[in-house]
């Protein structure tokens, strides 16, 4: 009995922490470029890294669309950079990461579409975009669900941000 209430509750938690979990999703849109969408919540003074593959030795790098984004005003970006892959086999050339930290200033939903392009390329139309939905919101108390999620994404070694309950599973 007791290690059937054990299983129930272990299947619980785990099906809880999956679904809590955000999922980066890719779509086609309508110019044939490839959309990536991220989606996290924060509160007020909360802050999240919010991550995309990137390759600046080919040129290409991702830049915040500052005319097609909304609610910038309702988060400040507080640190970006770029992270190489430190490749085992010395590949050049490898793909590494670019990120930007995020943190929620005022209530709301901002909306942060980044395009993947080359800078110099002015007539051509982005390789790739990506929408970053961030929903800022007025409470700050930390769930148990929400420590559960960040000790179970330890374990299977998600990307998040410290101090931070987003994760990136």
Not at 120 to 133: H, I, L, M, S, Y
Request: glycine fraction near 6%; aromatic fraction near 8%.
């Amino acid at each position: 009995m007791l290690k059937r209430t054990f299983l129930a509750g272990f299947l619980l938690v785990t099906l809880v922490l999956l679904a809590a979990c955000h999922a980066t999703t890719t779509s086609t849109s309508p110019d044939g470029t490839v959309l990536e969408k991220q989606h996290r919540t924060l509160t007020i003074g909360q802050s999240s890294r919010v991550v995309l593959v990137s390759n600046r030795t080919t040129g290409f790098e991702w830049t915040i669309n500052r005319s097609a984004s909304t609610g910038m005003d309702l988060i400040t970006i507080k640190d970006s950079g770029y992270t190489s892959t430190d490749s085992a086999d010395g590949v050049v050339g490898a793909p590494g990461r670019q990120w930007w930290l995020i943190q929620g200033n005022k209530p709301g939903t901002a909306i942060i579409h980044l395009v993947y392009h080359r800078p110099w390329e002015k007539d051509t139309p982005p390789a790739r975009q990506a929408v970053f939905t961030i929903d800022v919101s007025r409470s700050a108390s930390r769930s148990r669900v929400a420590r559960l999620n960040r000790i179970y994404c330890v374990a299977r070694n998600c990307d998040f941000a410290p101090f931070s309950q987003n994760l990136t599973c």
